[in-house]
């Protein structure tokens, strides 16, 4: 790693922990938000439900006045979802304008569109960090977000992006368990950390993994222990397909703002609480704080778990689930 890369890296962890520190002081802020500028995606997983193949992407101008607002919030990491970020034509100044609140600029993409030049102007814009999720080694009628047709961006990645990279493999779903395996292995060879997901069936319950993809799942996470994410066993109990027991902070310390500028639980709980980003108030934010979420114990969604562990040493929630609020289980897109 280069002298540069270096010291870019020494300020982003500074910035980071920076964050956690004003996250511990108080819990009247959001964390994190996930924001999507467009719905497109280039790829159609059939297992996803975040994606169309039609709309058009979010005005710069209208993406800037919902960061401005995250920012009035307080929000520490903005992550840019989608559809596929890499299909809006503003991205840079989407991230730019992150950059400007004072938050940590993330993009969860498939990577698909990463060119050197591209890379060299996400550098420039000012990325923090950014995810690709690998589900398997040989594209297949489920999923091309294949290590075979990504290998090379990940290669470009290497050599020009001067942001974290993470690479997120992924067990379950029907995927041969053994690429999680070689997608961990080629992230940490190429200096990326490496994390690894579950994808459930969609039936609704937490199923222990089967015996072959278990002994994947305790590879792949015996590889990746130095990875930043890797704490929580949050995922072992998903693993083994019991329930969770843990108080989600989504709508407060986590939001996921959706295309049309509101602001909802997170990706698969959109409708709650469903209101206009710019009237969110830190009032909003406290009050969800303390509302329990009913799909908690099967939910697997592990960015907001993460999230919500900065709190799980204080404040029992007191305010019953919404009653529009399901308790249906969940199936990991990202
Ligand atoms: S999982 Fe990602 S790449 Fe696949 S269709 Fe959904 S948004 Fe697109
Ligand atoms: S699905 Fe998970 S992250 Fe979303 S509101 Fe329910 S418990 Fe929270």
Redesign the pocket.
């Known amino acids: 790693m280069t002298a540069r890369r270096r010291l870019i890296g020494a300020a982003r962890k500074l910035r980071e922990l920076g964050s956690i520190g004003s996250a511990l002081a108080s819990t009247s802020h959001p964390y994190m938000a996930h924001i999507v500028p467009m719905r497109r995606?280039n790829?159609?997983?059939t297992y996803?439900n975040?994606?169309d193949d039609h709309s058009d992407p979010v005005p710069l101008a209208e993406m800037q006045r919902r960061i401005d607002e995250l920012g009035r919030l307080g929000t520490s990491v903005i992550t840019i979802s989608?559809?596929?970020p890499l299909l809006h034509p503003d991205l840079d100044g989407i991230i730019r304008r992150i950059r400007k609140t004072g938050a940590i600029a993330g993009m969860i993409t498939?990577g698909y569109l990463l060119m050197p030049e591209r890379i060299q102007r996400l550098n420039r814009a000012g990325l923090d960090h950014l995810q690709i999720s690998i589900d398997n080694v040989m594209p297949d009628a489920v999923s091309k977000?294949s290590l075979k047709v990504l290998d090379a961006k990940l290669k470009m990645l290497a050599e020009h992006a001067d942001f974290h990279v993470n690479i997120n493999s992924v067990v379950g779903g029907g995927t041969p368990p053994e690429d999680a395996y070689k997608v961990s292995t080629r992230a940490l060879e190429l200096g990326f950390s490496s994390t690894i997901g579950i994808i459930h069936d969609g039936s609704g319950q937490l199923k222990p993994l089967g015996a072959a993809e278990r002994t994947v799942w305790d590879k792949v996470r015996k590889l990746t222990r130095r990875s930043y994410s890797r704490f929580n066993h949050f995922q072992e109990a998903i693993a083994n397909g019991q329930p969770n027991d843990w108080r989600c902070r989504a709508g407060a310390r986590y939001l996921y703002i959706c295309e049309n500028g509101l602001v909802h639980y997170c990706s698969q709980k959109r409708g709650n609480p469903g209101v206009p980003i710019a009237d969110y108030s830190r009032e909003d934010v406290k009050r969800e704080f303390l509302t329990q979420k009913g799909c908690a114990p099967n939910c697997t969604i592990s960015c907001v778990h993460q999230v919500s562990y900065i709190d799980h040493w204080r404040a029992p929630q007191t305010n019953p689930p919404r009653h529009n609020h399901d308790t249906s289980g969940l199936v990991q897109?990202?």
């Open positions: 995606c790829l159609a997983c996803c975040e994606f989608g559809g596929e498939n977000k897109i990202h």
